[in-house]
């Protein structure tokens, strides 16, 4: 009797034993799946710079860049660590972790050896628009085929087997093809010539039937009808230049650059055009990740899903009236109100510390030329074609007459290498000539060539945010930089660009809110690529395959 008890004994210890891994597994597992938001958010404003957080604090509302700034974490010194800043390579650098040296967009376009011309960066002649006018229209036949690494999103699939949804907005295609990677549940962006958000056969045969009626409700419409007026009294908008000044750039030769802008009034037949250049883009955008939310039933269920949201309209915006004018105020004054509503909308669709998000930019935006050279600084345009001209008559004197120089723009000189090759000419030799004369010419500060950057690691300055920025297979043969306040001449008329390794190109907001981040701040120099890094320790997911940057710490203790 007592030996039976003592078998029965040893038994029920041995099976509660062996179910105790289990047991503890799966409190893990709960604990884990308990941790992670239902939903993630990346949000990023097209040439949105640091100093914006400040120079119109004031007149933020208290629940947008202010609860960010107040209940969130915010990296003060975040920089990108490549050049060029452009919007494509930005996106693609976010959500990677990488550099172009290995995510392979390089640039918004670049030239194309292999089929001689200007290539872009999403393009993708295999794929069909839907949504567009056309099947074959263009602006549908894109996709993620020049992304040479995997995306956050990505391994976020990856690691659910795909059960997590990704979503991609924008009105920029390229700001919502790069971030939402290869395999999201959708990427949408706006058709210029219909007014439309389109996508391609990329990511499904046939448009959602939630986009269809979105569509349908005609809204950019609407807000065209409504106008861009200001948000406050103009005597309010004492951080900027006057309403008309000559540093903008007009919306037509009829219509100056002052408020109020109603499109049908002087561009009725390119209203979808100008529509980006408003305001209104981002809040017709907004309304759009609203529904997609909604329709797509992100955050709804335990797995974590993720929604990237780029705003391109402060881009657009940023481009024409310069980063001091009224518009670029009004601008960041009414997104400030939109995040407001949006957040609130994420509280009661998702739950309030149910989410996470991070805010930053793709870059920043340069101080207009003209306006820096009235202050007396050294600054000024670069005119491409003369200097193309005046760099293939310097090479014909040593090699005698052709047409050596390929491309010459955006800070980049293509050689023509096929001819190069006939004449049996160095290569290398072309390229150092290319260098020496380009160093000549007024503004420009630096050039390297293609050889010296595949020989030699730039470690230091502006040199290595070249190197981090060049890729061997699609790159130029010589890069250059502009000097600080000098820019390409289409913007002699007005309005701003970017593109530089200067701190007015690079230097970026970046706030992280929700879930399982802590408030605070830090001044340590954070890199565009520990975003991604970030990321994937905040959700337990393995690094994007290109990443180089590390975890922000400071956030995950």
Known sequence: MNFSIKIGSILSFLVVFISLPSFAQEETEKKLINSRPKLVIGIVVDQMRYDYLYRFYDQYSENGFKRLLNDGFSCENTHYNYTPTNTAPGHASIFTGATPTNHGIINNNWYSRTENRKFYCAEDKTVKGLGTPNPDDKQGQMSPLNLKTSTITDELRLATNQKAKVVGVSIKDRSAIMPAGHIPNGAYWHDASSGKMISS?????????????????????????????????????TGSFADENKYEANPTKEKKATFPYFIEEFDAEKKYRQFPYTALANSFLKDFAETAILSEKLGEDEITDFLTLSFSATDYVGHRYGIYSVEVQDTYLRLDRELATFFEFLDKN???????????????????????????????????????DSLNNFLEKAYGEG?????????????????????????????????????????????????????????????????????????????????????????????????????????????????????????????????????????KLQQPSGCIGNPIVEILE
Request: without cysteine; aromatic residues 14%.
């Open 201 to 237: 056969t990329y990511y499904f045969e046939e448009l959602p039937k939630w986009v269809n009626d979105f569509n349908d409700k005609k809204l950019p419409d609407a807000y065209i009808k409504k106008g861009w007026e200001l948000l406050f009294p103009l005597a309010n908008y």
């Open 403 to 539: 047409d050596f120089v390929s491309y010459l723009s955006d800070q980049d000189v293509y050689l023509n290498r096929e001819l190069l090759l006939e004449r049996k000419i160095s290569l290398q030799e072309v390229q150092q000539k290319t260098r020496d004369f380009l160093l000549t010419q007024k503004g420009i500060s630096q050039a390297i060539t293609a050889t010296e950057l595949s020989k030699q690691i730039q470690r230091t300055g502006f040199m290595q945010l070249i190197q981090n920025g060049f890729n061997p297979r699609l790159s130029p043969d010589v890069a250059f930089l502009y000097q600080s306040g000098h820019m390409d001449s289409y913007y002699k008329k007005g309005g701003t660009n970017h593109g530089t390794p200067y701190t007015y190109d690079t230097q970026v907001p970046l706030l992280f809110f929700g879930k399982n981040i802590k408030q605070g701040n830090t001044y340590r120099r954070v890199e565009i690529t520990d975003i991604a890094a970030t990321l994937a320790s905040l959700l």
């Open 350 to 388: 998702v739950g309030e510390g149910e989410y996470t998000l991070f805010l930053t930019a793709d870059h920043a935006g340069a101080p207009t030329p003209s306006h820096l050279h009235d202050l007396q600084f050294d600054a000024d345009y670069l005119e491409w074609k003369p200097m193309k």
